[in-house]
């Protein structure tokens, strides 16, 4: 039978570390844990979970010297030269579809040094995963060879490496809701050492503005990434047009809406299948008030959707919530608004409660509802003019709601009419017609008919929903 083990490296873990044991059950058959310096209980646990579940296991202890790839080493060294696949975890990790495992090694081909599995990093507080990777989490025991102080790979042979659907197995992470920027400082201290130790080394030093990024160290981050752009200069991947995301995010902030698009075009040229940079123009031409431009990025991110066979961290909202939020608002900016309140309710699907969507489709909520009111009115006004209704018509007029009584439409209809019945030079002169005995056409019309189009429009009526408007 294939033999699987497992790596994990822990340091005052005892609170997750539970979760993810339970989570491994029956799945390897050698689990090891190197402790690098806890002062609480989580050997202990760790020890006391092997045992009652008859668990192979080992306990190894690490001086922690700012090295992860170091760590990881020596955690996969405590495992037994019999096991012939490893994998690894972390103690806020728990293994979806662990038993799974051992089936995928036993069918692996022996050209197969490895297996990528998702990994579900970070939950916003509505349970969406806005950030996602593959990691290499099933591999050959001859390929374990740790290579970085933080954010640790293990570099297996190209064409040699296989995945998995989620659907079979994959890790989440189990940091929920918070902030990003909460993660802990140590990351950020040890890139600055290794960037003095390597300074050219484009990988530590894209790190670096990431991590500074999701400090919140706008500014630093975006000088980091404009260096590692420079690093990289003539490559062309899929990499260099996410950190050029990166860029565009912080151009953005600061409404340097055509920087950020000219940062997007170059992203474009150098890997057009990315649809982030796709993003970025849209959110660029919303941000400058172009609604029809913003309106053709956002739809090409929707239909793109998250790029596809990537390595690289995503944020799976990014092509749903997020691109709805730029459709929205350049449908708001082109006066579509329906069409703003419909793509409004497709992003609030995703990300409930987000106050860009509510915004928007309160805003086109309220403007819809004036241009219905104005097109009720007017069609009510053209009725009453064709049977020659004109004194009502300007009273249908005198009684619009208030959130449409100084409308364009509204005030032009009612000086139209005042100037065709000569109201405009003479108040009374629609009275005296009335005092000869004349008739006119209206006369003819029945008061149900008049009523049936403006008897339920009172002035009183208009008050009152003025009123409730107020209130709400």
């Known amino acids: 039978m294939t033999t699987l083990g497992l790596a994990i490296i822990a340091r005052d873990e005892e609170e997750s570390l539970p979760s993810l044991l339970d989570s491994t059950r029956g799945a390897f058959d050698f689990i090891a844990l190197l402790d690098t ?13 092997c045992s009652e579940h008859g668990q192979d296991h080992a306990v190894g202890h690490f001086k922690w010297c700012d090295d992860f790839g170091k760590a990881r080493d020596a955690a996969h060294a405590l495992i037994p030269p019999t096991i012939e696949w490893h994998s690894w975890a972390d103690c806020d990790d728990v293994i ?21 599995f998702d990994y579900d990093y970070f939950h916003d507080a509505a349970g969406n995963v806005v950030s996602r990777l593959m990691r290499e989490r099933l591999i050959r025991r001859e390929y374990v060879k740790w290579e970085g102080r933080v954010h640790e790979y293990i570099v297996l042979p190209p064409g040699t490496v296989g995945r998995t659907g989620r659907e079979v197995a994959y890790w989440d992470h189990a940091k929920h809701a918070g902030k990003l920027s909460d993660s802990n400082p140590r990351n950020l201290k040890i890139l600055r050492k290794w960037n003095e130790d390597e300074p050219d080394n484009p990988r530590v030093v894209g790190y670096l503005g990431t991590e500074c990024l999701t400090k919140g160290r706008f500014n630093e ?29 912080v151009l953005l902030m600061k409404q340097r809406n055509d920087e950020a698009a000219k940062v997007a075009y170059q992203a474009i040229a150098e890997c057009p299948t990315w649809t982030d940079s796709y ?11 172009d609604g029809k431009r913003g309106l053709f990025y956002a739809e090409q991110v929707l239909m793109m959707g998250a790029p596809k066979d990537t390595l690289l961290i ?20 082109l006066g579509r608004w329906m069409e703003a309140i419909d793509s409004c309710e497709h ?14 489709r309160k805003r086109a909520a309220q403007q819809l509802k004036i241009v219905q009111t104005v097109e009720t009115w007017t069609e009510m006004v053209g009725i009453l003019v064709r049977h020659d209704e004109q004194l009502k018509a300007l009273d249908l007029l005198d009684t619009a709601p208030h959130y449409v009584s100084r409308h364009p439409a509204i005030v ?43 008897g339920k429009l009172t002035r009183g ?7 409730m408007e107020m209130v709400a």
């Open 314 to 333: 995503l944020n799976p909202t990014d092509y749903t919530g997020q691109a709805r939020i730029a459709h929205a608002a350049a449908l708001e900016i």
């Open 279 to 289: 993003l970025t123009l849209a959110e660029a031409a919303v941000q400058s008030g």
């Open 221 to 249: 981050g975006a000088k980091w990434i404009r260096r590692y752009l420079k690093l990289t200069e003539g490559q062309r991947h899929e990499e260099r047009a996410q950190f050029m995301r990166k860029l565009a995010i």
């Open 412 to 454: 032009t209809a009612r000086s139209d009419l005042r100037r065709r019945m000569g109201w405009a030079f003479n108040d009374h002169a629609y009275d005296e017609h009335y005092e000869t005995g004349g008739s006119k056409p209206e006369d003819m019309v029945p008061d149900d008919f008049v009523d049936d189009v403006v």
């Open 461 to 467: 009526q208009a008050a009152l929903e003025e009123i």
């Open 37 to 49: 310096g806890s002062q609480d209980s989580t050997v202990e646990i760790f020890e006391t979970w």
């Open 347 to 360: 992003g609030l699907a995703v990300l409930p409660e987000n106050e860009h969507l509510v915004g928007i």
């Open 96 to 116: 979806v579809g662990a038993k799974s495992l051992r089936i995928i090694a036993e069918q692996a081909s022996p050209m197969v040094s490895g297996y990528m």
